[in-house]
Nanobody, 126 residues
Framework: QVQLVESGGGSVQAGGSLRLSCEAS????????VAWFRQAPGKEREAVAR????????FYADSVKGRFTISQDNAEKRVYLEMNSLKPEDTAMYYC???????????????????WGHGTQVTVSS
């Protein structure tokens, strides 16, 4: 059974950067989607970046395009979220999640994902 553990969150000023890490055990499965979601207080959990683990296709929410980059390192068993030019509205709990897929497309909705980590907090101050 796959387990996911996030790390790398913290507090930064606007314009700063953070790199989040999602470690998968026992390893990153092929033909899976791994996604980073975030949830701010009082708001819905939204997908910000997704990656298909066989081939590396990536998908981004419009709000983070050009600022966030999702990547995978199979040797390290990690999926990363590099976040640059951070804004106060990026403040949220960030979660990684995975789901097996057969067609290479990573769903956007949280209900599609079957395995979740416990999250890591990101706080961006103005």
């Amino acid at each position: 059974q796959v387990q996911l553990v996030e790390s790398g969150g913290g507090s930064v000023q606007a314009g700063g950067s953070l790199r989040l890490s999602c470690e998968a055990s026992p390893y990153i499965y092929a033909r899976n989607c791994v996604a980073w979601f975030r949830q701010a207080p009082g708001k819905e959990r939204e997908a910000v970046a997704r990656i298909y683990t066989s081939g590396g296709s990536t998908f981004y929410a419009d709000s983070v395009k050009g600022r966030f980059t999702i990547s995978q390192d199979n040797a390290e068993k990690r999926v990363y979220l590099e976040m640059n030019s951070l804004k106060p509205e990026d403040t949220a709990m960030y979660y990684c999640a995975r789901v097996p897929v057969s067609d290479g497309y990573c769903p956007q909705g949280k209900s599609a994902y079957s395995t979740w980590g416990h999250g890591t907090q990101v706080t961006v101050s103005s």
